[in-house]
T-cell receptor, first 114, second 113 residues
Framework: RKEVEQDPGPFNVPEGATVAFNCTYS??????FFWYRQDCRKEPKLLMS???SGNEDGRFTAQLNRASQYISLLIRDSKLSDSATYLC???????????????FGTGTQLKVEL | DGGITQSPKYLFRKEGQNVTLSCEQN?????MYWYRQDPGQGLRLIYY???????QKGDIAEGYSVSREKKESFPLTVTSAQKNPTAFYLC????????????FGPGTRLTVT
């Protein structure tokens, strides 16, 4: 099982739709969680950190479910400009060795259409 | 403007040559990271450094080397021992090597033929 898993998509949605992505992680001791946005052939940009109580930034809402070991990202009223790949990242102990690291999912591709 | 710079944006090399990728940050961050991204794959950690003059291997360090002589700089050398060097290389930094957010530079696309 991968340490961090995402549905690769693509998710094709009409403009104005609400779309949600999930990301599951295998290490129950993971400590912090993030969502990044990556445009084609660009670097990942931090979208938001995910807090235990959930957090919202404009049209974006992130939630953490520790019991089921997943984080989610909800995008409301999606715009054409939201089209990108969304990566989740989980900070925790490296399962097969010492130390800690940030582990990234492979990303979910979102295409917002007219 | 505070940020992370990587140069060059595109780099072409012949097989058998070593190549060094530059990464500089002016965010006063202690921790710096090198990742590699291949199509359809997540980011994979090559090396990281928690502090000047210290660095640790990540998941795929074979064929790579780094140095951290200054806080601002963390260059990565891709040696001829790296079997599949063609990839998108991303440098990141963080306040510290812990639960903090990591911020990325614009990346270097390396093509080795």
């Amino acid at each position: 099982r991968k340490e961090v898993e995402q549905d690769p998509g693509p998710f094709n949605v009409p403009e104005g739709a609400t779309v949600a992505f999930n990301c599951t992680y295998s290490n129950s001791a993971s400590q912090s969680f993030f969502w990044y946005r990556q445009d084609c052939r660009k670097e990942p940009k931090l979208l938001m950190s995910v807090y235990s109580s959930g957090n919202e930034d404009g049209r974006f809402t992130a939630q953490l479910n520790r019991a089921s070991q997943y984080i989610s990202l909800l995008i409301r009223d999606s715009k054409l400009s939201d089209s990108a790949t969304y990566l989740c990242a989980v900070w925790g102990r490296i399962l097969t060795g010492g130390g800690n690291k940030l582990t990234f999912g492979t990303g979910t591709q979102l295409k917002v259409e007219l | 403007d505070g940020g992370i710079t990587q140069s060059p944006k595109y780099l072409f090399r012949k097989e058998g040559q070593n190549v060094t990728l530059s990464c500089e940050q002016n965010l006063n961050h202690d921790a710096m990271y090198w990742y590699r991204q291949d199509p359809g794959q997540g980011l994979r950690l090559i090396y990281y450094s928690q502090i000047v003059n210290d660095f640790q291997k990540g998941d795929i360090a074979e064929g790579y080397s780094v140095s951290r002589e200054k806080k601002e700089s963390f260059p990565l050398t891709v040696t001829s021992a790296q079997k599949n060097p063609t990839a998108f290389y991303l440098c990141a930094s963080s306040i510290g090597h812990s639960t903090y957010e990591q911020y990325f530079g614009p990346g270097t696309r390396l093509t080795v033929t």
